[in-house]
């Protein structure tokens, strides 16, 4: 099992940043995607960001390329792991819920994933 919890969120105005973070434990994950997704209100969940865990490689949303930077630190003792996504010229259409989740695959599709976090709330406001 992998645990995965959120925090960083919080209401910022339109062209500010946030920076938001996802502890990870549990069983080795060396080979895992990481991922970033995002869920409006009566919208799908959808794709964000990932991160292979083990090599770095990533991979963005055209809505959010060239502002969002995700990125993980791997602790030594493999005891405190953190994956980070940093949001920078927010806009109020990145207003969701923002959730962090794993997977054996490389791919965009939440349904690939079968680990997640509880979510953490952005609000940008124009």
């Known amino acids: 099992q992998v645990q995965l919890v959120e925090s960083g969120g919080g209401l910022v105005q339109a062209g500010g940043s946030l920076r938001l973070s996802c502890a990870v434990s549990?069983?080795?994950?060396?080979?895992?995607?990481m991922g970033w997704f995002r869920q409006a209100p009566g919208k799908e969940r959808e794709f964000v960001a990932h991160?292979?865990?083990?090599?770095?490689?990533?991979?963005?949303?055209?809505s959010v390329k060239g502002r969002f930077s995700i990125s993980r630190d791997i602790s030594r003792d493999n005891a405190k792991n953190t994956m980070y996504l940093q949001m920078n010229s927010l806009k109020p259409e990145d207003t969701a819920v923002y959730y962090c989740?794993?997977?054996?695959?490389?791919?965009?599709?939440?349904?690939?994933?079968?680990?997640w976090g509880q979510g953490t709330q952005v609000t940008v406001s124009s």
């Open positions: 989740a794993a997977s054996f695959f490389r791919s965009s599709n939440p349904n690939e994933y079968p680990y």
């Open positions: 549990g069983r080795t994950f060396s080979s895992y995607i």
């Open positions: 991160i292979n865990w083990n090599g770095g490689n990533t991979d963005y949303a055209d």
